[in-house]
């Protein structure tokens, strides 16, 4: 089973709008992080934002946030304002406390346009 | 600061050829990772060190593949024999600890013909 699906290969959002990118994780380690990174045309890895499975609230940093449902095993990234310079991949990623410890897990990613 | 640097930035090579590809960490960062991108895909873990530790190997994909760092800093990734399938943007990442967000390098782009 994958530990990590993106469901959107593609989405598009009109310039200055909001978006939601969706994740979702299968795991069984009660310690885990969730990562989201952005992959521009350039291809490298830009972190985005972290969040814990014991953090209390959800994570937010400048215009991203996660929308972390635990029970629900999801953990969406929400981009408000979207602006030209968002247009490229996102990746969800996670790292389990102890069966993945060592790595990171990705998911197959979704490619996003933003239209002026 | 600086961030993770790797070089070449493009490596275009025949098939059978030996490829070593460089990852310079962020200072001070003890946890090293070599991850594989192939075309269009996500990210497939390769290796990992943590300082003097024995590193990781559990995702290198043969016994092709091999990394080794030196004094704790420098990695450098080395491919035997390459083949087709080898091409790929190979992504270094490093962080201060096993258990902080990693930071990502530019990646190098190899082409096998």
């Known amino acids: 089973a994958q530990k990590i699906t993106q469901t959107q290969p593609g989405m598009f959002v009109q310039e200055k709008e909001a978006v939601t990118l969706d994740c979702t994780y299968d795991t069984s380690d009660p310690s885990y992080g969730l990562f989201w990174y952005k992959q521009p045309s350039s291809g490298e890895m830009i972190f985005l934002i972290y969040q814990g499975s014991y953090d209390q609230q959800n994570a937010t940093e400048g215009r991203y946030s996660l929308n972390f449902q635990k029970a629900r095993k999801s953990a969406n990234l929400v981009i408000s304002a979207s602006q030209l310079g968002d247009s490229a991949m996102y990746f969800c990623?996670?790292?389990?406390?102890?069966?993945?410890?060592?790595?990171?897990?990705f998911g197959a990613g979704t490619r996003l346009a933003v239209h002026p | 600061g600086a961030g993770v640097s790797q070089s070449p930035s493009n490596k275009v090579t025949e098939k059978g050829k030996d490829v070593e590809l460089r990852c310079d960490p962020i200072?001070?960062?003890?946890?090293l990772y070599w991850y594989r991108q192939s075309l269009g895909q996500g990210l497939e873990f390769l290796i990992y060190f943590q300082g003097n530790s024995a590193p990781d190997k559990s995702g290198l994909p043969s016994d092709r593949f091999s990394a080794e760092r030196t004094g704790g800093s420098v990695s450098t990734l080395t491919i035997q024999r390459t083949q087709q399938e080898d091409s790929a943007v190979y992504l270094c990442?490093?962080?201060?600890?096993?258990?902080?967000?990693?930071?990502f390098g530019p990646g190098t782009r190899l082409l096998v013909l």
């Open positions: 990442a490093s962080s201060s600890t096993r258990e902080e967000t990693q930071y």
């Open positions: 990623a996670m790292r389990e406390a102890l069966e993945s410890y060592n790595k990171l897990i």
């Open positions: 200072s001070g960062h003890t946890a």
